[in-house]
């Protein structure tokens, strides 16, 4: 053991402490490289020195009160802004629903509900019926064809055949509802009241403008004598009304659609009073001549007819 050791120091000792003194040496240049560069990613102040870190300060501890405090808050900050934007949009809407009527009016465009406005504003046409919605919300008959003659105004009653002119009051008379009437004006000088189809109610006036009462009408025949009663239908486009005489006959008033009910007939009361054969060439004419001027006027064309059922045909079959 002895004689190894001294070995060691004579030869391999020495290369044993070169060896160790290598490591120290670069086991001190890493150190110092590190050092360097530590100190070069290091900010500078203003005066070139490395800036010493900033010792992270303890947070100052809150008490348990200021937490449910501030816990508090954050959930009625969230409540709030929950309520208040639904509450609020209604009244924006409104708002600017107001400013677009307010601006439609100024374009002669009124618009009554708010609701409207987006529709209204856009618009470009207007397509309404002829029941005088627009206006004051009445009909009157302005221009009628009887017995062959064409009359730009409503006729005085001299001018009609006493037998047409007793068919056309009793017609409109009955084949009216009942329901729909003529009543006097609430003030004095003020325009009689229509109550009811305001179609039905033109024609209860126009019996009026020939100075005959189809009150007298519906008083002699009241509408628990009324046969048979077909009210208006869309598909039919027509209403008709059947009476029964005392001799066993019937008697059917019908009005509706211009053009359905003139396909329909057969026969047309002249001036003389008399009837006269009713052809496919002269409904033609008819139409051509007084339904289309008068419903290029804006007009709504009515016709009114009537039919005799003998008693000695029996009673017809309604349903057909």
Request: one cysteine or more; hydrophobic letters at 35%; glycine letters at 6%.
């Amino acid at each position: 053991m002895t004689d190894t050791c001294s070995r060691q120091n004579n030869n391999n000792g020495q290369t044993c402490f070169c060896l160790s003194q290598e490591k120290k040496t670069r086991k001190a240049r890493k150190e110092k490289n590190k050092d360097g560069a530590n100190v070069e990613m290091q900010p500078l102040n203003e005066g070139g020195e490395p800036e010493k870190k900033k010792k992270n300060l303890p947070k100052k501890e809150k008490s348990v009160l200021q937490g449910k405090l501030t816990k508090l808050a954050v959930q009625i900050g969230k409540a709030v802004l929950v309520v208040a934007v639904p509450e609020g949009l209604p009244l924006a809407v409104t708002i600017s629903l107001a400013y677009s009527v307010k601006k439609m009016m100024k374009d002669n465009n009124l618009v009554r509900h708010l609701d409207a406005c987006e529709t209204m504003g856009n618009a470009t046409a207007i397509c309404s019926d002829k029941t005088g919605t627009l206006t004051m919300n009445r009909m009157t008959v302005v221009q009628t064809y009887i017995a062959g003659r064409y009359y730009k105004k409503v006729p005085e009653p001299d001018l009609i055949p006493a037998k047409i002119l007793e068919l056309l009051v009793m017609g409109i008379g009955v084949n009216c509802a009942y329901t729909t009437k003529i009543m006097p004006p609430e003030k004095e000088g003020g325009l009689p009241r229509q109550v009811g189809n305001k179609t039905e109610c033109a024609l209860l006036g126009f019996s009026l403008d020939l100075r005959r009462d189809y009150q007298t009408i519906r008083n002699e025949i009241p509408e628990e004598k009324l046969f048979k009663v077909y009210t208006f239908n869309s598909v039919r486009k027509s209403m008709s009304t059947v009476l029964k005489n005392h001799d066993g006959s019937y008697r059917m008033f019908s009005k509706g659609a211009s053009e359905i009910l003139l396909r329909k007939c057969c026969s047309i009361l002249l001036d003389s009073g008399e009837a006269k054969v009713f052809k496919p060439r002269d409904r033609d004419d008819l139409v051509k001549e007084v339904i289309e001027p008068m419903a290029s006027e804006g007009l709504r064309t009515i016709c009114l007819a009537y039919r005799e059922f003998p008693a000695a045909d029996g009673e017809p079959d309604w349903d057909d």
